[in-house]
């Protein structure tokens, strides 16, 4: 079933909400949507608190970073995560970065996000880590702030799902909103659980074929948590 423009739309503002509702954003971070009739562009709110994030806050950027808006309105700095992403990945379809805080110790320690129950078989073998300073040296602020180090990040993603943002955060893909949603708020919970199990013992974690027959069996019933997560961001709608 195909969504219309304006259902997309709207399901990206609600996607905002669910992402802060579940604690994957909180006053930062970003989700987009690839514009479904022009490959080459994608929607992501004006820099602003996704927490507040509506349809009419929505516009447009291509696959360069630069911004398309008949207002003159600012996007967040980091759009840059999104364009060169879309750009490197054609599969993908939204995109979401934020700094959801399970997943930070991962990124600064030896130890690697791994799929550990069922839920995050889409982790894969390996999580792979982005390090800032290969690209912009020992003094950045962190932030993917132009297109060089977003293409930096997005080969560093290569073909995952997820990529760990050293001393920052995170992002995540999908071929949906509701399958980028999913796995952003999976990927919270899992690195959360890894850290609880990683205190009691060793850690049996999936084998490469549990992580894809898991995910692919996930894949089908987007819809099921999407629903649920919808409803209660509906009802807290200020
Ligand atoms: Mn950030």
Redesign the pocket.
């Known amino acids: 079933m195909n969504k219309s423009l304006e259902e997309l739309l709207q399901d990206l503002a609600i996607a905002n909400r669910i992402l802060v509702n579940e604690g994957v954003l909180d006053g ?2 970003h989700i987009s949507v690839r514009h479904p009739e022009q490959a080459d562009r994608f929607f992501i709110a004006r820099s602003m608190a996704p927490s507040l994030v509506t349809v009419d806050d929505l516009l447009q950027v291509d696959l360069e970073g630069v911004v398309h808006d008949e207002r003159g309105r600012r996007t967040y700095v ?1 759009r840059f995560i999104h364009s060169a992403i879309y750009a490197a990945r054609p599969d993908v379809q939204s995109v979401v ?1 934020s ?1 959801s805080p399970s997943i930070i110790p991962f990124g600064v320690t030896g130890a690697r996000l791994r799929p550990i129950c069922h839920m995050s078989g889409f982790l894969g073998a390996v999580t792979p880590v982005y390090e800032i300073r290969h690209s912009a040296g020992e003094s950045s602020d962190l ?2 702030n132009s297109q060089a180090l977003g293409r930096s990040l997005a080969q560093v993603l290569g073909s995952a799902s997820v990529a760990l ?1 050293r001393g ?2 995170s992002v995540t893909v999908g071929h949906s909103i509701e399958h980028a949603v999913f796995r952003a708020i999976y990927t919270e919970k899992s690195a959360n659980l890894q850290m609880q199990a990683m205190r009691l013992g060793e850690v049996t974690f999936l084998t490469e074929g549990e992580a894809q027959a898991t995910s692919a069996m996930n894949d089908a019933h987007l819809q099921r948590p999407w629903d649920s997560w919808k409803r209660h961001a509906l009802k807290n709608w200020d």
Do not use: R, S
Request: proline fraction near 0%; charge should be negative; hydrophobic fraction near 40%.
């Open positions: 930062f971070g980091e970065h700094h932030l993917i943002m920052h955060g």
